[in-house]
């Protein structure tokens, strides 16, 4: 501590003193980054001709009891049962109680607000609880309709994970699933959870028309891909993409980071089941 005295003040004068602390500052707030990862089942069709084009929005509860917006998955077309490829990261505090507010919209046109979208339900909890459970799953619930579907919820710590896999897939002499053209397909890659169940991590682009896709490098990282365990199974699953939302399934087989980094092959190869 420091003080300045500046003598006694002369008539019609001012004088001042300044004093300062230097304790130890307020000790921070423990915090960590988490990925939450969505999936549905059953939701409400509210299209007349198609079936609902789904997204999920999350928002959390400020201090002042506003409920504001932290992000949104992609939205995919014409499907009651999705399985985002987007996650949202969230910043998790241990000590502070964070409600958060996870809302489906069905978004007919791109350029669509939410605020013009059918409402399809919505779950609202703790974070923490979320973050407890790894994995969390529950009804939908709508002020209108009693039956909306459910939806998953599953959480990844993501700390200070910054490594980043760059993978290439191309397929040959795939099944040809439409009558009268070969496949449309695209590919996506699933994350191993404790339970043995699959959540998608990454959703390829679809190349049309084709039984020998070469599909675009793309990185992820290493964390959400495996939680940066390179034995975890990866799941790759290949499908033939349809308009109407009824995409066939191609094949699957399972891999590992460990098989992935495997510098004795400059490519592998699988047999799609």
Known sequence: MSAYNY???????????????????????????????????????????????????????????????????EKLQNTLNPSFAKSIPVTFKFEEKQDIRIRVFDLD??????????FLGELEMPLGQIISAKTVTRSLVHARFNECGTM???????????????????????????????????????????????????RSETIECTLNPRWKQHEINVQRLC????????LFSCYDHDDDGS?????????????????????MSWELI
Not at 109 to 118: L, T, W, Y
Not at 227 to 234: G, M, Y
Not at 247 to 267: M, P, Q, V, W
Request: hydrophobic share 30%; charged share 20%; net charge negative.
């Open 247 to 267: 995409h066939d399934f191609i094949g699957y087989f399972t891999t590992s980071l460990a098989k992935l980094r495997d510098r004795n092959a400059e490519a």
């Open 152 to 202: 998953s919820v599953t959480a990844i710590e993501m700390g200070g994970s910054h490594e980043i896999a760059c993978l290439k897939f191309e397929g040959v002499g795939l099944d040809k699933k439409d009558l009268f053209g070969k496949s449309d397909p695209y590919y996506e890659l699933g994350r191993r959870n404790a339970d043995g169940t699959f959540t998608t991590v990454y």
């Open 7 to 73: 003598g006694t003040p002369e008539p019609g004068s001012m004088t001042g003193g300044y004093t300062q602390n230097y304790g130890p500052p307020p000790a921070a707030k423990p915090t960590t980054q988490v990925d939450l990862s969505f999936a549905c089942k059953h939701l409400r069709d509210m299209d007349v001709l198609s079936l609902s084009d789904p997204q999920v929005v999350i928002y959390m509860k400020n201090q002042e009891g506003t409920w504001l917006e932290l992000g949104r998955t």
């Open 227 to 234: 939680q940066n365990q390179p034995d975890q199974q990866i």
């Open 109 to 118: 046109d791109p350029g669509q607000s939410i605020g013009m979208a059918d």
